[in-house]
């Protein structure tokens, strides 16, 4: 009996066939080749050639959306190098876009799972800062499961991020801050931070002020490794 699908990693996100226009399409086709890649595990460590300088700050932002907050910071911080992780092929075809269309040497994308990206692609302790803005919540109770930051997550990113390195989190579901608090206050590893102030509001961000949501904010820091 085949017993392989009992060992399915629980991801925290289904790829489903949305819309993508002509031109994200595009995007995809012929600017994925020259601003990123498509992870899988097999493909193991990605090279210093494609996430840069590793004298030079690294800033990975996991589930970056259409795009418009991180081109724009990545714009404003050239000496930093940006990588953004994505699923969703819209999404990263419009930022795709958005980094041609700003000549943009400092960001690259990788489409896939970020799980599997930090833990074969990312040699540890080289991660500056981590950025997961507004990431799925999986509001109903069953799917908790799927949530990206959980115990084992945070465990991940502790080895990846470098020492006094960043992770900021941003949520407008109370009961996702709440877990997110309580994860991260059973760590002796991380303490909180002050957040910075994001020069744009994402989409996700938007919706939730819309639906009359509190936007949660955290920044915690890693002390030790």
Not at 105 to 121: H, P, Q, R, T
Not at 139 to 164: C, E, T, V, W, Y
Not at 167 to 174: M, Q, R
Request: net charge neutral; with cysteine.
């Amino acid at each position: 009996m085949n017993n392989s699908s009992t060992h399915r990693p629980v991801r925290s996100f289904v790829r489903r066939k949305g819309r993508i226009t002509s031109s994200q399409k595009y995007a995809l086709e012929n600017l994925l080749p020259k601003y990123g890649i498509q992870y899988s595990a097999d493909l193991g460590i990605i090279p210093d050639s494609f996430l840069g300088d590793p004298e030079s700050p690294l800033i990975i932002d996991i589930g970056f959306g259409n795009g418009e907050l991180l081109v724009s910071v990545a714009n404003e911080n050239t000496q930093t190098h940006f990588v953004g992780i994505e699923v969703y092929d819209a999404g990263i075809g419009h930022c795709l876009k958005l980094i041609d269309e700003n000549n943009l040497k400092n960001l690259k994308i990788i489409s896939g799972d970020a799980v599997e990206v930090l833990k074969f692609g990312i040699v540890d302790a080289s991660i500056s800062e981590i950025n997961l803005l507004f990431p799925d919540p999986w509001p109903k109770k069953r799917h908790h499961k799927r949530r990206i930051i959980n115990g084992d997550f945070i465990q991940l990113i502790s080895k990846k991020l470098m020492p006094n390195g960043l992770v900021n989190i941003s949520t407008d579901w109370e009961n996702y801050a709440e877990q997110i608090d309580a994860l991260f206050s059973k760590r002796k590893d991380f303490e909180k931070k002050g957040f910075s102030e994001r020069v744009l509001s994402t989409k996700f961000e938007e919706r939730g002020v819309v639906l009359g949501h509190e936007i949660y904010d955290f920044c915690f820091k890693l002390i030790s490794q």
